[in-house]
């Protein structure tokens, strides 16, 4: 990995690792409400 140098680099690194939260993020919701849905159905 390249040292990051500037506030460029830095901002740009800093928003692809916050996007690729949101997208685990919006995967794992649906996945984790599905599971709490099914949990209470007997």
């Not at 740009?12 to 099914?38: D, H, Q, S």
């Amino acid at each position: 990995m390249d040292n990051i140098v500037t506030l460029h680099q830095f901002m740009l690194n800093t928003k692809n690792v916050i996007y690729i939260l949101i997208v685990m993020g919006l995967v794992a919701f649906p996945a984790f409400w599905y599971f709490l849905n099914e949990r209470d159905k007997d």
